[in-house]
């Protein structure tokens, strides 16, 4: 169950014919597309849709299982409608928006956010047209997703979108004209929902703070990339980023928005010898975390999305380390080695410890050779008797 179902540009072309018995449905071989017949771009969107819209069933599922175990917070797949972007594909949102909206109602009912964080590519400081022209259909193709969701006042206003600000094109003053330029140039629905994420690259929370603030744009702070670029000025510790917090919470509250921020740690830290790690090696991010945030507080509500490989089982270890109000560990039982499945298992045993996915495998069995060989022995007797 996932909502990044795609398919290949040449996929979308081939059905783009007829089938060969229009009355029957589509089989590989038995009912392939007619490619001697002209191509119908209404077949080929439609194929594109049905993908789409198999994507989009599978957000309430997953909703309903985040909130059977205590988890409210999930960032909805970019790539949840293929191609809804592209130059010369792109496409309204409109035949999945009862869809949309009974996922909308569903996350209301659970009281779960959603966000989203539009790819890499999507740059709107980028010196070429080309690549702005992308980004802002990008960002109007997830404002649209978001919207057809219909969700309340506050779930509205928390469904935001990521984005980085991409390259520093070897000037960061010019970089940031540019950002100015475009953003003024956006539609207040996008402008409403935008935020910018520090990133381990080329900006650290020094370079967007003070464009956040003029703007009015929430600041989404990474504390896994902090690590990894910061100002100069700043040693790059938590502690002397936690003086930056009260300034970074103002860029939501502005808003009425519920503050974001994304923890996940690097994969390798130290190298053998025991120094620092390179900062190349450093960015991967772990399989699961071992903490959370140095600085958290009652009165100012954050939602932490956690960035890991193992997904919600690192939410899981999580809760399991820190057990509190609210936490849900007590419904996230531990998974039996090869004896029990996710399906259906009634003790919601979900859980296992990192490198063990092999737990969900059936035990294998064990092949005694010389019992085997005595086996056959006997089964040859048989037959010559």
Same mark, same amino acid.
């Given at each position: 169950?996932?909502?990044?179902?795609?398919?290949?540009?040449?996929?979308?072309?081939?059905r783009?014919h007829?089938?060969v018995d229009?009355?029957?449905?589509y089989? #590989?071989?038995?009912?392939?597309p007619?490619?001697?017949?002209p191509?119908?771009?209404a077949y080929g969107l439609a194929f594109?849709?049905?993908?789409?819209?198999?994507?989009?069933?599978d957000i309430?599922?997953?909703?309903?299982?985040n909130a059977?175990?205590g988890?409210?917070f999930?960032?909805?797949?970019?790539?949840m409608f293929?191609y809804?972007?592209?130059?010369?594909?792109?496409y309204?949102?409109?035949?999945?928006?009862? *869809?949309?909206?009974?996922?909308?109602?569903?996350?209301?009912?659970?009281d779960?956010? *959603?966000?989203?964080?539009?790819?890499?590519?999507t740059?709107?400081?980028?010196?070429?047209?080309?690549?702005?022209?992308a980004?802002i259909?990008?960002?109007?193709y997830?404002?649209?997703?978001l919207?057809?969701?219909?969700?309340?006042?506050?779930l509205?206003?928390?469904?935001v979108?990521?984005?980085?600000m991409?390259?520093?094109f070897?000037?960061?003053?010019?970089?940031?004209n540019?950002f100015v330029?475009?953003y003024?140039?956006l539609?207040?629905?996008?402008?409403?929902?935008?935020?910018?994420e520090?990133?381990d690259?080329g900006? #650290?929370?020094l370079?967007?703070l003070p464009?956040?603030?003029?703007?009015?744009?929430?600041?989404?702070?990474?504390?896994h990339?902090?690590?990894?670029?910061?100002?100069?000025s700043?040693?790059?510790?938590?502690?002397?980023?936690?003086?930056l917090l009260p300034?970074?919470a103002?860029?939501?509250?502005r808003?009425g928005i519920?503050?974001?921020?994304?923890?996940?740690e690097p994969a390798i830290?130290h190298?053998?010898d025991?120094?620092?790690a390179?900062?190349t090696?450093?960015?991967?991010h772990s399989?699961?975390?071992?903490?959370?945030?140095p600085?958290?507080?009652?009165? *100012?509500? *954050?939602?932490?999305c956690?960035?890991?490989?193992?997904?919600?089982?690192?939410v899981f270890?999580?809760?399991?380390?820190?057990?509190?109000?609210g936490?849900a560990?007590?419904?996230?039982k531990e998974?039996?080695p090869?004896?029990?499945?996710?399906?259906?298992?009634?003790?919601?045993?979900?859980?296992?410890?990192?490198?063990?996915?092999?737990?969900l495998?059936?035990?294998?069995?064990k092949?005694?050779?010389?019992?085997?060989?005595?086996?056959?022995e006997?089964?040859e007797?048989e037959?010559?008797?």
């Amino acid at each position: 169950m996932f909502c990044s179902r795609t398919c290949r540009l040449e996929t979308i072309r081939h059905r783009s014919h007829p089938l060969v018995d229009p009355t029957r449905p589509y089989h #590989s071989i038995k009912n392939p597309p007619n490619v001697a017949t002209p191509v119908n771009p209404a077949y080929g969107l439609a194929f594109l849709q049905n993908v789409a819209l198999a994507n989009a069933l599978d957000i309430i599922p997953m909703l309903e299982w985040n909130a059977r175990y205590g988890i409210r917070f999930m960032r909805l797949s970019s790539d949840m409608f293929p191609y809804a972007s592209h130059e010369t594909l792109h496409y309204d949102l409109g035949f999945a928006s009862h *869809v949309l909206a009974a996922a909308g109602r569903v996350a209301a009912e659970l009281d779960h956010r *959603v966000t989203t964080h539009p790819g890499q590519y999507t740059q709107l400081a980028s010196p070429r047209v080309k690549v702005v022209r992308a980004s802002i259909r990008d960002l109007v193709y997830h404002d649209q997703m978001l919207t057809l969701m219909s969700l309340p006042d506050q779930l509205d206003r928390d469904a935001v979108m990521v984005i980085h600000m991409g390259g520093t094109f070897g000037d960061k003053p010019a970089t940031l004209n540019r950002f100015v330029k475009v953003y003024e140039t956006l539609n207040e629905s996008i402008k409403k929902r935008l935020v910018l994420e520090n990133d381990d690259v080329g900006w #650290s929370v020094l370079d967007l703070l003070p464009i956040c603030e003029r703007l009015n744009i929430p600041l989404v702070l990474d504390w896994h990339h902090h690590t990894i670029i910061y100002d100069e000025s700043m040693s790059g510790t938590h502690e002397e980023l936690i003086l930056l917090l009260p300034r970074i919470a103002r860029t939501w509250e502005r808003k009425g928005i519920t503050q974001k921020q994304h923890y996940s740690e690097p994969a390798i830290m130290h190298l053998s010898d025991g120094s620092l790690a390179p900062r190349t090696r450093r960015r991967k991010h772990s399989a699961r975390v071992r903490g959370l945030p140095p600085w958290r507080s009652s009165d *100012v509500p *954050v939602d932490l999305c956690i960035e890991a490989k193992d997904k919600e089982q690192a939410v899981f270890e999580l809760m399991r380390r820190f057990e509190g109000e609210g936490w849900a560990w007590h419904d996230v039982k531990e998974v039996k080695p090869h004896v029990c499945r996710l399906e259906g298992d009634i003790d919601r045993r979900v859980f296992w410890p990192e490198g063990k996915e092999d737990w969900l495998k059936h035990r294998k069995r064990k092949v005694n050779i010389e019992e085997e060989e005595e086996k056959e022995e006997e089964k040859e007797e048989e037959k010559k008797e």
